[in-house]
């Protein structure tokens, strides 16, 4: 492909070109498979030549001729890398796409997998690996000091004598392994010195083994010491928070003394308060010094699954894409302020759920499709966060875990909860979402490092017609204190009206 850009160099050009290759395979392939499919390709390019046209012929033939169903690459063609510098790298493959070897990875890149493995796995496994690691290098190093010593015995001294003196030559080898690898160096086993024979060269295989060995192992006390260091950084960066295991949602009754606080005496049946969703979080180290988590945050989104997304994939043309109220990318991605507008509305009016974003895929049904649509909090934010804090969520006609036509139907009450739904079944049946994801963000008051921890609540996790009970106390000197023990533990709302529980 050619690139003739005015501004761009002859050498920007060829080292920002494009190499196209015409594919038949299509669908995505598992390692083993792709593996089959490497091996064949090799076979039949060494028993057979093609040219280019050819290669397009069988594609199309493949494919019933169908030149719409042809699968291209687009390689990025990077410049010629001379010897030494793939002798630095460690990258001998004849050809580098986008980084990526086309024979496999380079060393580095598979260092960096398994150094993030190593992140993900807990401290015993990583401790066994890391002695078993040891114990190998120790061995492996043990018998070329073995080697050595045979080959002169006056080049390894054990407690004086000359090396395998004692009979037992592999053990004293494993002595001067693991003392020279760790650079303890304890002097029982040890390499001969300048005294001991008189030519400066005649131990020099057994100096050249030792030397390489304690230099591998001071590397290697530091890789593990810095990976121990990165994995007890990520656990300090782990909010000591918990969040409670049910979600719950009062209602109707439930909010009546709290909505006749702020709304005043109303003799209006109708004008029911829209329910609440709440969770709470308690802060585990609340009775320790320097335990607070300072500008503590909350980001919630929910995820609302395919079932519930018919309605609203109308309305996502790439018409409607490309318009004023959103932007479309080249992933299906879209965000919104006013997706959930109902054309049906009078006067445009539309129920604003902030920002919205979906991952619609056109060609598969591999994964499910979702939107995650964030969620108003009150409070979302905590500047001084201590023992307990209780997360609410008003259902009213901007919350997005509403279906559509509850949402509308809360707009035409003047924004109150409708009297025909105040029921804990019409509730759930109002409801439209699969996940919630919560986001604990802040900053430790003991390190000042930021700290996060994150929860997902599932549909099954709600409770309707409940209410958290009370987990805080004062214990005899006065100091208030969380029973941390109850943080799941609820009742039925004042008023009545929870679901059953036990059936």
């Given at each position: 492909?050619?690139?003739?850009?005015?501004?761009?160099?002859?050498?920007?050009?060829?080292?920002?070109?494009?190499?196209?290759?015409?594919?038949?395979?299509?669908?995505?392939?598992?390692?083993?498979?792709?593996?089959?499919?490497?091996?064949?390709?090799?076979?039949?390019?060494?028993?057979?030549?093609?040219?280019?046209?050819?290669?397009?012929?069988?594609?199309?033939?493949?494919?019933?001729?169908?030149?719409?169903?042809?699968?291209?690459?687009?390689?990025?063609?990077?410049?010629?890398?001379?010897?030494?510098k793939r002798l630095l790298t460690c990258r001998f493959a004849r050809k580098v796409r986008s980084g990526v070897s086309t024979h496999g990875m380079s060393a580095n890149q598979t260092l960096a997998i398994y150094l993030?493995?190593?992140?993900?796995?807990?401290?015993?496994?990583?401790?066994?690996?890391?002695?078993?690691?040891?114990?190998?290098?120790?061995?492996?190093?043990?018998?070329?000091?073995?080697?050595?010593?045979?080959?002169?015995?006056?080049?390894?001294?054990?407690?004086?004598?000359?090396?395998?003196?004692?009979?037992?030559?592999?053990?004293?080898?494993?002595?001067?392994?693991?003392?020279?690898?760790?650079?303890?160096?304890?002097?029982?086993?040890?390499?001969?010195?300048?005294?001991?024979?008189?030519?400066?060269?005649?131990?020099?295989?057994?100096?050249?083994?030792?030397?390489?060995?304690?230099?591998?192992?001071?590397?290697?006390?530091?890789?593990?010491?810095?990976?121990?260091?990165?994995?007890?950084?990520?656990?300090?960066?782990?909010?000591?928070?918990?969040?409670?295991?049910?979600?719950?949602?009062?209602?109707?009754?439930?909010?009546?003394?709290?909505?006749?606080?702020?709304?005043?005496?109303?003799?209006?049946?109708?004008?029911?308060?829209?329910?609440?969703?709440?969770?709470?979080?308690?802060?585990?180290?609340?009775?320790d010094i320097g335990g607070e988590i300072m500008d503590a945050t909350l980001n919630v989104v929910a995820s609302v699954g395919k079932d519930h997304l018919k309605p609203m994939s109308q309305r996502f043309s790439r018409?409607?894409?490309?318009?004023?109220?959103?932007?479309?990318?080249?992933?299906?991605?879209?965000?919104?302020?006013?997706?959930?507008?109902?054309?049906?509305?009078?006067?445009?009016?539309?129920?604003?759920?902030?920002?919205?974003?979906?991952?619609?895929?056109?060609?598969?049904n591999i994964t499910d499709k979702h939107i995650f649509s964030k969620m108003h909090v009150e409070p979302s934010d905590h500047p001084f966060f201590k023992r307990v804090w209780l997360v609410k969520h008003v259902l009213?006609?901007?919350?997005?875990?509403?279906?559509?036509?509850?949402?509308?139907?809360?707009?035409?009450?003047?924004?109150?909860?409708?009297?025909?739904?105040?029921?804990?079944?019409?509730?759930?049946?109002?409801?439209?979402?699969?996940?919630?994801?919560?986001?604990?963000?802040?900053?430790?008051?003991?390190?000042?490092?930021?700290?996060?921890?994150?929860?997902?609540?599932?549909?099954?996790?709600?409770?309707?017609?409940?209410?958290?009970?009370?987990?805080?106390?004062?214990?005899?000197?006065?100091?208030?204190?969380?029973?941390?023990?109850?943080?799941?533990?609820?009742?039925?709302?004042?008023?009545?009206?929870?679901?059953?529980?036990?059936?």
């Amino acid at each position: 492909m050619s690139n003739n850009h005015p501004l761009m160099s002859d050498k920007q050009r060829s080292t920002s070109s494009l190499s196209i290759h015409v594919r038949s395979q299509h669908t995505p392939l598992t390692l083993k498979e792709r593996l089959k499919l490497r091996i064949r390709n090799l076979v039949a390019t060494t028993t057979k030549a093609r040219t280019g046209s050819a290669k397009n012929n069988d594609d199309l033939e493949a494919n019933g001729g169908a030149a719409r169903s042809i699968q291209y690459r687009l390689d990025r063609e990077q410049p010629p890398v001379g010897f030494l510098k793939r002798l630095l790298t460690c990258r001998f493959a004849r050809k580098v796409r986008s980084g990526v070897s086309t024979h496999g990875m380079s060393a580095n890149q598979t260092l960096a997998i398994y150094l993030h493995w190593m992140f993900r796995v807990n401290f015993l496994f990583l401790f066994g690996l890391m002695w078993l690691a040891f114990v190998g290098l120790t061995i492996v190093f043990a018998g070329f000091i073995a080697i050595a010593g045979k080959m002169d015995p006056n080049c390894v001294q054990v407690s004086g004598n000359d090396f395998g003196a004692a009979g037992t030559p592999f053990s004293d080898a494993f002595a001067l392994s693991w003392t020279t690898f760790t650079t303890v160096g304890y002097g029982t086993t040890n390499t001969a010195l300048s005294h001991n024979h008189s030519n400066l060269f005649k131990c020099f295989w057994v100096d050249f083994v030792c030397s390489v060995e304690a230099l591998l192992g001071i590397i290697y006390s530091g890789f593990c010491g810095a990976i121990l260091f990165g994995k007890i950084l990520r656990v300090q960066s782990s909010a000591q928070v918990v969040f409670s295991d049910p979600l719950l949602i009062r209602y109707g009754a439930g909010l009546t003394t709290e909505f006749e606080a702020m709304a005043g005496d109303s003799t209006d049946n109708d004008k029911s308060p829209c329910p609440v969703l709440e969770f709470r979080i308690v802060n585990k180290l609340y009775g320790d010094i320097g335990g607070e988590i300072m500008d503590a945050t909350l980001n919630v989104v929910a995820s609302v699954g395919k079932d519930h997304l018919k309605p609203m994939s109308q309305r996502f043309s790439r018409k409607n894409l490309t318009s004023n109220h959103g932007h479309y990318d080249s992933n299906h991605s879209y965000a919104s302020s006013d997706m959930d507008a109902d054309p049906s509305t009078p006067n445009g009016d539309s129920a604003e759920i902030g920002d919205t974003f979906s991952n619609f895929d056109e060609e598969t049904n591999i994964t499910d499709k979702h939107i995650f649509s964030k969620m108003h909090v009150e409070p979302s934010d905590h500047p001084f966060f201590k023992r307990v804090w209780l997360v609410k969520h008003v259902l009213d006609q901007d919350s997005p875990i509403l279906k559509p036509r509850v949402r509308r139907m809360i707009r035409r009450n003047g924004g109150h909860w409708p009297q025909k739904l105040n029921s804990y079944t019409s509730i759930r049946d109002s409801l439209q979402f699969n996940q919630i994801l919560v986001s604990f963000n802040g900053v430790s008051n003991a390190s000042s490092i930021d700290v996060y921890a994150q929860r997902i609540y599932d549909f099954y996790d709600l409770n309707i017609g409940y209410q958290f009970v009370n987990i805080l106390y004062r214990d005899e000197d006065g100091a208030v204190g969380v029973d941390i023990d109850l943080i799941n533990d609820v009742r039925e709302q004042n008023g009545g009206g929870g679901e059953p529980l036990l059936e």
